[in-house]
């Protein structure tokens, strides 16, 4: 059965830092990995989408890499931003598609 | 387009009482998924359809749940009798044929007291 992990639950840090967040995964048979946003209240918006073939992709301050062989993936976010504050969930999808719990990411002023 | 449509969005109900949670797909997109998300638990697949088949119901939590796609445009998450255990945001998202993002509705927040 396929385990998804976000690892820090909770992560506070100053404005401008770059900061990575680790998502890891049980099962490597994966088509593809996606990285969600979700801000309080409201529901999930995709981020960035790796194939199963791909090691990383790329969207504005976002990177995103996939080590599939580990079962791992980082999410990059660069210089960050206050608007940057909200909760980070990654998914993989096998024949169903798995969250982890998500890293509650807060950027202090 | 309009996004993945949820209603309601907020519901508070009596135990025991039956509760509809409705959801419309973007058009064109042929996968739906519900999902239940708690601050325990995360976010949990409880079915989804393709081409209005259900595919893969295991995570339903138990026979009070169920769920309907009676067509392209339409599916129901029906919870007879609710529990307070069911409090909970429900989500549903759709997917396009031969694509990989997921689009979530805004969910629908129920509290059962």
């Known amino acids: 059965k396929q385990e998804v992990t976000q690892i820090p639950a909770a992560l506070s840090v100053p404005e401008g830092e770059n900061l990575v967040l680790n998502c890891s995964f049980t099962?490597?048979?994966?088509?593809?990995l996606q990285w969600f946003r979700q801000d309080p209240g409201k529901g999930l918006t995709s981020l960035l989408l790796?194939?199963?073939?791909?090691r990383e992709q790329t969207s504005g301050r976002l990177n995103a890499s996939l080590d599939k062989s580990s079962g791992r993936s980082t999410l990059y976010i660069a210089a960050s931003q206050p608007g940057d504050s909200a909760t980070y969930l990654c998914?993989?999808?096998?024949?169903?598609?798995?969250f982890g719990k998500g890293t509650r990411l807060h950027i202090l002023p | 387009d309009a996004g993945v449509i949820q209603s309601p969005r907020h519901e508070v109900t009596e135990m025991g009482q039956e509760v509809t949670l409705r959801c419309k797909p973007i058009?064109?997109?042929?996968?739906l998924f519900w999902y239940r998300q708690t601050m325990m638990r995360g976010l949990e697949l409880l079915i989804y359809?393709?081409?209005?088949?259900?595919?893969?119901d295991s995570g339903m939590p138990e026979d009070r749940f169920s769920a309907k796609m009676p067509n392209a445009s339409f599916s129901t998450l029906k919870i007879q009798p609710s529990e307070p255990r069911d409090s909970a945001v429900y989500f549903c998202?759709?997917?396009?044929?031969?694509?990989?993002?997921?689009?979530f509705g805004e969910g629908s927040w129920l509290t059962v007291v």
């Open positions: 998202a759709s997917r396009q044929p031969s694509g990989n993002t997921i689009y």
């Open positions: 998914a993989v999808r096998d024949d169903k598609i798995i």
């Open positions: 058009s064109g997109h042929n996968s």
């Open positions: 790796i194939q199963s073939s791909q």
């Open positions: 099962d490597s048979a994966i088509y593809n």
């Open positions: 359809f393709n081409n209005n088949v259900p595919i893969d």
